[in-house]
């Protein structure tokens, strides 16, 4: 199954220091069975070529070890008036470099709207946020996913 091309149309948006850009719910489960929720930006979630995977790097230790441990996740996109819900199952999982990059199936989605506008959960990036979040490392980690799935 190919992600839609509007969730990979908003994934691809570039994250600009200080302009507002959205923040992607990605949910994991907990080990009492809750919802566990880590924000991933753009820089941090890539499609695959092909459109069929998804390669995400987590920086939370909580977040990757719930991914391990169940092999599911569910990542949030609003894209106009719509709520995209993919529902993902893990591939594979990578450390490279002190980041975890995971490739992702989308196994479903579903697309809500009212057609009311929404107004998604986003943040303005700081001036420092590369050297924050180590997005050297982070781009490392994705590149390295793709090539390792590529092959």
Excluded at 25 to 32: G, I, R, Y
Excluded at 36 to 49: F, M, P
């Amino acid at each position: 199954m190919n992600l839609p091309p509007a969730v990979v149309g908003v994934l691809a948006e570039p994250v600009v220091v200080g302009e507002p850009t959205q923040g992607f719910p990605f949910l994991t489960v907990d080990d009492a069975g809750a919802p566990h929720c880590a924000l991933v930006s753009s820089t941090e979630v890539r499609v695959a070529d092909d459109g069929t995977e998804l390669h995400v790097v987590l920086g939370g230790r909580r977040s990757r070890t719930y991914l391990e441990a169940r092999g599911r996740a569910t990542l949030l996109v609003v894209e106009g008036t719509t709520l995209h819900t993919c529902k993902l199952s893990l591939v594979v999982g990578r450390e490279h470099d002190g980041a975890f990059a995971a490739a992702l199936r989308l196994d479903d989605h579903a697309a809500d709207s009212l057609g009311i506008p929404l107004v998604p959960l986003g943040f303005t990036p700081p001036p420092d946020i590369a050297s924050l979040e180590r997005w050297d490392r982070t781009v490392a980690a994705l590149d390295a996913i793709r090539l390792d799935r590529s092959s």
